[in-house]
């Protein structure tokens, strides 16, 4: 019913990332204070108030009904403040991105042009990856957990071993910015193990790249106009993959052979797209206050 069941309240700057861990019993932050932390919600500590000071909050609701012993609708319980697990504080500007590999340990990415790979109980870092040249984005583990990639305002995407100091592929065909970069659901580890993996990158030069990881080659160049593309999103069977650019276009591009089977324009900067689990609808989120979804079916 969407009450409010905790207050997460540490931060000291805007918080621009969350993801939780596979379990679900910790929820990772990424803000403009440079830090990252590990918010432990299992924690049974009741707020008094939410945070305090000019503490940045997180809120976390339950959607679950929750009844009292005759069946009625129970009274709202107190919100209750997550304890901190860990706070990371490894990077030396704003953290734009984090990303779990496995309930234990994740990355972090930063203005400061590195990549920190971090374990809960950890007082330092595991691996700081550094080769990028500008801001670092977005970074992303494949779904196995054995690599990450993550792109830059440098132009460039690059796929990191976390037992090597070096990155192991460099992906450098954009001519600007890439804001964002996704993997395929495909391959292991996922629901369809038996097709080959790719990554997606978006790119201010109003490209969208499909890259073969393993070479370190782009498959495909996807592009319609010069309109720079903000976001990306494979379908759940991994055979298409919608985009969405600052000029309003929401676009569907088949995996198998890079043709362009769809397009939405709308009014507006597309800031998000998303597919549905049985994959005959796209969303897409517009600077204008607007949602749209379209039926792909038709």
Same mark, same amino acid.
């Given at each position: 019913d969407g009450r409010l069941r905790w207050t997460l309240a540490a931060h000291t700057g805007p918080i621009f990332s969350l993801k939780w861990n596979k379990e679900g019993s910790h929820l990772l932050s990424g803000s403009y204070d440079k830090s990252a932390i590990v918010w432990d919600l299992n924690s049974s500590e009741a707020a008094e108030g939410g945070g305090g000071g000019d503490a940045a909050e997180i809120r976390v609701t339950d959607f679950g009904r929750v009844d009292d012993k005759n069946g009625g609708g129970g009274a709202a319980a107190a919100p209750r403040k997550g304890r901190v697990r860990q706070q990371f504080c490894f990077h030396t500007a704003p953290t734009l991105d984090v990303d779990w590999r496995d309930t234990r340990t994740f990355a972090t990415c930063s203005t400061d042009?590195? !990549?920190?790979?971090? %374990?809960? =109980?950890?007082?330092?870092?595991?691996r700081t990856f550094t080769g990028h040249t500008?801001?670092?984005? %977005? !970074?992303?583990?494949?779904?196995?957990?054995?690599?990450?990639?993550?792109?830059?305002?440098? =132009?460039?995407?690059?796929?990191?071993?976390?037992?090597?100091?070096?990155?192991?592929?460099?992906?450098?065909?954009?001519?600007?910015?890439?804001?964002?970069?996704?993997?395929?659901?495909?391959?292991?580890?996922?629901d369809n193990p038996n097709k080959p993996v790719h990554l997606a990158s978006a790119s201010f030069d109003a490209t969208v790249k499909l890259w073969d990881v393993e070479y370190g080659k782009s498959i495909y160049t996807l592009s319609r106009n010069d309109e720079s593309v903000y976001s990306v999103a494979f379908s759940p069977s991994g055979e298409y993959l919608a985009s969405g650019?600052?000029? =309003?276009?929401?676009? !569907?591009?088949?995996?198998?052979? =890079? %043709?362009?089977i769809k397009t939405y324009q709308g009014s507006g900067d597309i800031f998000e797209v998303a597919w549905n689990h049985s994959e005959n609808k796209i969303a897409a989120c517009y600077s204008t206050n607007v949602v749209t979804i379209l039926d792909f079916r038709m």
């Amino acid at each position: 019913d969407g009450r409010l069941r905790w207050t997460l309240a540490a931060h000291t700057g805007p918080i621009f990332s969350l993801k939780w861990n596979k379990e679900g019993s910790h929820l990772l932050s990424g803000s403009y204070d440079k830090s990252a932390i590990v918010w432990d919600l299992n924690s049974s500590e009741a707020a008094e108030g939410g945070g305090g000071g000019d503490a940045a909050e997180i809120r976390v609701t339950d959607f679950g009904r929750v009844d009292d012993k005759n069946g009625g609708g129970g009274a709202a319980a107190a919100p209750r403040k997550g304890r901190v697990r860990q706070q990371f504080c490894f990077h030396t500007a704003p953290t734009l991105d984090v990303d779990w590999r496995d309930t234990r340990t994740f990355a972090t990415c930063s203005t400061d042009r590195t !990549i920190q790979y971090c %374990a809960l =109980g950890e007082e330092r870092p595991r691996r700081t990856f550094t080769g990028h040249t500008d801001e670092v984005n %977005a !970074i992303k583990w494949d779904a196995m957990g054995t690599l990450l990639a993550s792109c830059s305002d440098d =132009g460039t995407a690059k796929i990191w071993n976390p037992d090597k100091d070096s990155f192991v592929q460099n992906l450098c065909e954009h001519t600007k910015e890439i804001y964002t970069i996704q993997w395929s659901p495909t391959g292991p580890g996922t629901d369809n193990p038996n097709k080959p993996v790719h990554l997606a990158s978006a790119s201010f030069d109003a490209t969208v790249k499909l890259w073969d990881v393993e070479y370190g080659k782009s498959i495909y160049t996807l592009s319609r106009n010069d309109e720079s593309v903000y976001s990306v999103a494979f379908s759940p069977s991994g055979e298409y993959l919608a985009s969405g650019s600052l000029a =309003g276009h929401l676009c !569907i591009w088949s995996v198998k052979d =890079g %043709a362009l089977i769809k397009t939405y324009q709308g009014s507006g900067d597309i800031f998000e797209v998303a597919w549905n689990h049985s994959e005959n609808k796209i969303a897409a989120c517009y600077s204008t206050n607007v949602v749209t979804i379209l039926d792909f079916r038709m």
